[in-house]
């Protein structure tokens, strides 16, 4: 069994949509995160939830708000999708909000806003 | 200034050889870092994470770290093809509660067979 999964694997969309990308993690893990990476390879936190609270809010535009039906799931819904909106989206869990705790990431979700 | 650092590379060495990776920080509050390895199209997988001063091994992997100098570096003994892929260094700030972890660019690694 996949230990986080992400739905889709790919999206391609025009400038303007809403999108959803929906993460479920098996592993009874607490917190869970999305990252985004762009085209040169930066990583960067967006969001995690602990116990369906959010605990990080990074600089992130309005448009991104994350949705945490229960603790397995975290999804990421997204308004007015932007072409700079392009990107690999990963969502990861760990057992507790400590970034010393080991990250399990799912396989990303390659987003494409045309 | 970016808040972590690293060549993008590509950094090529013949198989067998010791690859030597570096990252710099400019946040003198980072008080843990870690080493990600990510094939192309896949996702990030941890190898590494040291929190003092001085080296860290595990199997062919040893971390050092340098404080004073803000420096961080991932050794890899006896290259290997497999291990061809970028290298993402991050680095951890704890205050108040609140952490923030920040990654660089990574640097991509080739192992020439």
């Known amino acids: 069994d996949t230990a986080v999964s992400q739905t889709p694997k790919y999206l391609v969309t025009q400038m303007g949509n809403d999108k959803s990308i929906k993460c479920e993690q098996n592993?009874?893990?607490?917190?869970m995160y999305w990252y985004k990476q762009d085209s040169k390879k930066f990583l960067k936190i967006m969001f995690s939830?602990?116990?369906?609270?959010?605990?990080i809010n990074e600089t992130v535009p309005n448009r991104f708000s994350p949705k945490s039906p229960d603790k397995a799931h975290l999804n990421l819904h997204i308004n007015s999708l932007e072409l700079g909106d392009s990107a690999v989206y990963f969502c990861?869990?760990?057992?507790?909000?400590?970034?010393?705790?080991?990250?399990?990431f799912g396989p990303g979700t390659r987003l494409l806003v045309l | 200034q970016k808040e972590v650092e690293q060549n993008s590379g590509p950094l090529s060495v013949p198989e067998g050889a010791i690859a030597s990776l570096n990252c710099t920080y400019s946040?003198?509050?980072?008080?843990?870092f870690f080493w990600y390895r990510q094939y192309s199209g896949k996702s990030p997988e941890l190898i590494m994470s040291?929190?003092?001063?001085g080296d860290k091994e595990d199997g062919r992997f040893t971390a050092q770290l340098n404080k004073a100098s803000q420096y961080v570096s991932l050794l890899i003994r006896d290259s290997q093809p497999s291990d061809s892929a970028t290298y993402l260094c991050?680095?951890?700030?704890?205050?108040?509660?609140?952490?923030?972890?920040?990654f660089g660019t990574g640097t991509k690694l080739q192992v020439i067979p």
């Open positions: 946040d003198r509050g980072s008080q843990s």
């Open positions: 592993l009874g893990h607490d917190t």
């Open positions: 990861a869990s760990s057992q507790d909000y400590d970034f010393l705790e080991t990250q399990y």
């Open positions: 991050a680095a951890l700030t704890s205050s108040g509660g609140y952490q923030k972890v920040t």
């Open positions: 040291i929190y003092s001063n």
């Open positions: 939830y602990n116990n369906k609270e959010l605990i």
